[in-house]
């Protein structure tokens, strides 16, 4: 199980942009996990937002937020990130990162993964 930390969330006006990091700590293996991106709004189950594989080949991503979310991941600093775009009051939500050991099936659902941040909020308004 990897120790990981989100951080880059607030507030911020619709159509703006953020970019959300997280770091895995004392971890000698960053690069055997499939890492993710996730989101939770109240009243609602939590949901994949994309997904990227250990070396950062393949991505995974619903057709909902492809084009506004992009995932990518720097395996040096033990990190994971997620650039953000034309952000709507809809976005509004807990992310979290997440992460699972390498298997050749995998896919975004949350259930998936197995290690989990704490969370970071961002909140979309005016």
């Known amino acids: 199980q990897l120790q990981l930390v989100e951080s880059g969330g607030g507030l911020v006006q619709p159509g703006g942009s953020l970019r959300l990091s997280c770091t895995a700590s004392?971890?000698?293996?960053?690069?055997?996990?499939?890492l993710g991106w996730f989101r939770q709004a109240p009243g609602k189950e939590r949901e994949g937002i994309s997904c990227?594989?250990?070396?950062?080949?393949?991505?995974i991503s619903p057709d909902s937020v492809k084009g506004q979310f992009t995932i990518s991941r720097d395996n040096a600093k033990k990190s994971v990130f997620l650039e953000m775009h034309s952000l709507k009051p809809y976005d509004t939500a807990v992310y979290y990162c997440?992460?699972?050991?390498?298997?050749?099936?995998?896919?975004?659902?949350?259930?998936?993964?197995?290690?989990w941040g704490q969370g970071t909020q961002v909140t979309v308004s005016s």
């Open positions: 997440a992460a699972r050991h390498f298997s050749l099936s995998w896919d975004c659902r949350p259930s998936k993964f197995d290690s």
């Open positions: 004392e971890s000698t293996f960053f690069d055997y996990y499939h």
């Open positions: 990227i594989s250990p070396t950062g080949g393949i991505t």
